[in-house]
T-cell receptor, first 112, second 109 residues
Framework: NAGVTQTPKFQVLKTGQSMTLQCAQD?????MYWYRQDPGMGLRLIYY???????DKGEVPNGYNVSRLNKREFSLRLESAAPSQTSVYFC???????????FGPGTRLLVL | KNEVEQSPQNLTAQEGEFITINCSYS?????LHWLQQHPGGGIVSLFM???GKKKHGRLIATINIQEKHSSLHITASHPRDSAVYIC???????????FGQGTRLTINP
């Protein structure tokens, strides 16, 4: 099992460009999450999907959209990237929201 | 004040020492998680607990619900334990985790 995979690993964007971060899990988990991690701050939840077909905002959703494509895949889209979105993005999944989360390797995003 | 506070922020110790990392939180919770983030960036879940104590190898996690406090202990520390340790809580009735800022642990040989 690959666990949680994320693509790309690293990306450089110019301000105003758009991109989609991909996440997939092969553990048959129902719940999936997108976090960002910035220096000096804890992980912050952007969006989550408690189960297939549902998505909800987290702590810092502005500037992002998500799609729960199917049970395996949960993508994060930046429509118009801003330098403030420079961060490391982690995808995670869990059996249900009340269970331990499994994290992907992260995507390092730099917006110039 | 953050909902989840960890102390210390940074900790350096010698191999073999007993390590304690603390986590305090301000809300009623249904569960507390301890996670480890390796120097390469990967994040691994270590423990999920709602009462008492859990042990896995050299790692022990305890929680005191009344005092809203948890500790992560590492016995016989080793340089490979060097990582950032993160505490996270799920408030009662909530689906989301709230994370502390992490404690950076360095174990010198």
């Amino acid at each position: 099992n690959a666990g949680v995979t994320q693509t790309p690993k690293f990306q450089v964007l110019k301000t105003g460009q758009s991109m989609t971060l991909q996440c997939a899990q092969d553990m048959n988990h129902n719940s999936m999450y997108w976090y960002r991690q910035d220096p000096g701050m804890g992980l912050r939840l952007i969006y989550y999907s408690a189960s297939e077909g549902t998505t909800d905002k987290g702590e810092v959703p502005n500037g992002y959209n998500v799609s729960r494509l199917n049970k395996r895949e949960f993508s994060l889209r930046l429509e118009s990237a801003a330098p403030s979105q420079t961060s490391v993005y982690f995808c995670a999944s869990s059996v249900w929201t009340r269970e331990a989360q499994y994290f992907g390797p992260g995507t390092r995003l730099l917006v110039l | 004040k953050n909902e989840v506070e960890q102390s210390p922020q940074n900790l350096t110790a010698q191999e073999g020492e007993f390590i304690t990392i603390n986590c305090s939180y301000s809300v009623g919770i249904s569960a507390l998680h301890w996670l480890q983030q390796h120097p390469g960036g990967g994040i691994v879940s270590l423990f999920m607990l709602s009462s008492g104590k859990k042990k896995h190898g050299r790692l022990i996690a305890t929680i005191n619900i009344q005092e809203k406090h948890s500790s992560l202990h590492i016995t016989a520390s080793h340089p490979r334990d060097s990582a950032v340790y993160i505490c996270a809580v799920r408030a009662q009735g909530a689906q989301k985790l709230v994370f502390g800022q992490g404690t950076r642990l360095t174990i010198n040989p």
